[in-house]
Nanobody, 124 residues
């Protein structure tokens, strides 16, 4: 059974940075397409970033392009999300997800495994 645990969330001022990490157990990240999604109160879960199982393709949601970077650390079996130039609109619960041998889809339903989420709050 694959288990995902997110960490690194917190409170930051607008313009600041945070680095989220998703640690996987029960499988290795280089066998999964991995995605980051976020959900604000009263809103749908939105795509943030994804990386294909091969590591050869990364994709980003329009609102985070140029500010967020997804990467994976095979040695530590984690997938990280570096978030720079944070804006109040980035406030949400951030979830990581895994899709076995997946292409790094932007669609939540493609992912079989999900973490519990980590809260990110950005103050004005």
């Amino acid at each position: 059974q694959v288990h995902l645990v997110e960490s690194g969330g917190g409170l930051v001022q607008a313009g600041g940075s945070l680095r989220l990490s998703c640690e996987a157990s029960g499988g290795t990240v280089n066998r999964f397409g991995m995605g980051w999604f976020r959900q604000a109160p009263g809103k749908e879960r939105d795509f943030v970033a994804a990386i294909a199982w091969s590591g050869g393709k990364q994709s980003y949601g329009n609102s985070v392009k140029g500010r967020f970077t997804i990467s994976r650390d095979i040695a530590n079996n984690t997938v990280d999300l570096q978030m720079d130039s944070l804006e109040p609109e980035d406030k949400a619960v951030y979830y990581c997800a895994a899709d076995i041998l997946g292409p790094g889809s932007e669609t939540p339903s493609f992912y079989e495994y999900w973490g519990q989420g980590t809260q990110v709050t950005v103050s004005e």
